[in-house]
DNA sequence: AGGATAAAGTTCGCAGTACGAACAAATTCA
DNA sequence: TGAATTTGTTCGTACTGCGAACTTTATCCT
């Protein structure tokens, strides 16, 4: 039960109650389609009337359209209704700092067209060339409209501004970009963290069971964020700044981390980690000193490639990393009991080798009495750019903001 | 934005309109009380016809009352609404290991009596005895009637089955403690964990600031227990064991925990710590080992004591467990970005010499962008009791559930 | 004194909504 | 061909908030 907010707070009208069914009605059409009035009757409690009069507003605003006429034993025919993917087009961009990525989805969130560019250094300067890549694909891909802009991001964003004030990967000064490609654009933009759109991809379309209700993510790139959904909803803190846990310490005397403090989560658990314990490995067995700098150059997926090749040194230096990663997610199941823990990254590629480790030291380490399934995403299903498409259809099928 | 959850959601009826709004202006009166209608309609947008009849609805249940006539310059003189503090009344229980403490309080929340007893080691035995107190103290406070009984427990309790499932400072077994409550006084009861009850205490009836939405509130006492509000609701995670900060690792090759691991925060930040490090220090001091059996008998109110003494030693134990508070409030500062983070327990009585430490620890430590405020409760507020009442009176005063 | 002004609170018709019963439509089966 | 069954629509009712007009109760100014 939430607490009114008094200084935040919006009263109900006639119109509330309608907003509020036939929001229900859409995600119910988004869940069982094709599927008829009568059943929408009976999977919503509402009276058969009040579902035709939902449903004929919503098929007059185009969300939903009529389809094929049904099949039954006995009685008359259902007429089937779907969601109306066509109706129309949302654009996702996912920032990252080398790549930014960007495509057109229609309603039902299906990629219509997708294309990369390089990221710069210079913010001003690379928003007026995204600008341009938007507005091409949008008249390269004509829509009846265009809802929105989401936008995944390697940093954070100020809540009450919306201005993006700490993007330390991509070297980027604090800076107005909503408001910049809003006005570009003519259309509403929504930005977020790239771990709480991958929290909101997996908690929107990912392949859960019934009732999760608090899901948490953890990208694992060179850093580790974590995106958190609880009660059904993300977490942004005090000035939308929640989810750092990868900077909560895990050992107070361990390696430094570029956050100034030492021996922080994804300074243990990150891809370089892997990387550093590789090279500390390599340089303790062949008791070298000049081989550090060959090993300088070595990524995170020619650890993986090693791995496969089942190199003894690259398989234990993923299992360290393993490990590490399996006593922040304890962390997070120990505080937080959410229903699923999704890992995103490269790290999933190997999960086979990965997962167990994981599953273990969590079994070990967190105190719970709640059975929280791991993970791995699928990578394929690029979480950031449809979390970022989630931030738009997110207004149409979220629940309405009441009291 | 919340997802609409399929498996468990609720459409709107006309009714909804009502309910929304007049729970707006329940909420509108407790804080603003005493107040007119028409300040009323400024305060929720409303019209002043539909104030009107929202206040007339609400003055038949007896939730308002018509208090006096105000005073303008000009103009007709306003009538003024108060909350009716006397419609109803609330049991609170505040179960402890070692004492348990019940009170009567009025729908305003005060006391009108408050009793304590011993809380026994067999649950069906001390419930019985419970039961009687509790009708003992209805019959000689009647009210009009009684809305239900809260209860705070140092445990847990299942989500669904609503059954208490973990209690090892109790050392009760599983126990179906609601239904024997409910069954036996006929009123609906609330179970919620001791730290959750301290944290909707101070979220209800704390003197924060405006605009607290997210705060976390954390127990010292034997143990830690961390009570989560974010979103301006309680934290249950996916069986309602979410809030085990207390046992996440925070020195891996630290001190056993009681739970079976190691090094877990509350090993090393609760008041048992701190009399283990005085016993530490001492001992390393002295050179003794005989000492430790006299040291056994100290609890923490003795260092308590001592600090005020200004015992070197005493001091310096307090300042290691204030230390370790800190590195844990860092963890959760750092990922949950709280606005308020709320600290109870005997250790406040010493803040003056806690607080500034922890506050040095949490700046150093937490990786953030919020200002997150730490804050001593008072002791005297019986957090616990209250918070416990906030269960009941939660129902009335909390947003409904929509959709 | 008496009218102008001002503010609080009430009344009433309207529009939007869900409910629920009755009805129309479409189909199968005996 | 008619009964049974299921889908979908129509229509009157009740509830709600809106908004304008009205009543009530003050003070201020001439």
Redesign the pocket.
Known sequence: MRKIDLNNFQ?????T??DI??RIMLNLVRKHQPV????LMRYSG?????V?????QLIAERWLKVGA?GN????????FLHLNTERCGVIGVDIQPATTTLAVSSMGSQFLAQESMPTEKDPAEFIARLIRRIKDLMRAHPQNSYEGIGVSLPGRKDLPSQRLVFAPNLGWPEYDLKSRLQDATGLPVELENAANACALSEFWFGHLSKGVNNLIAVTVSDGIGTGIILNGQLVRGSTGVAGEFGHVTQMPDGPQCRCGNSGCWEVLASNAAAVRYYTELASVHKGEVGSKSDMAKLSFGDILRLVEQNDVRACKALDQMAHHLGAGIAMLVTGLAPDVVVVVGEVTRAWDKVGPVVAEVVKRRAFTHAVTRILPTDPEAQPRLRGAIVLVLQKHFGAPVIA
């Open positions: 009263v109900a009208t006639n119109g109650v309608r069914n036939s008829s009035r009568a059943d509402l009276q058969r009337s009040t035709s009069a939902i449903t004929e006429v039954l034993p006995r009685g008359r025919k259902p007429t």
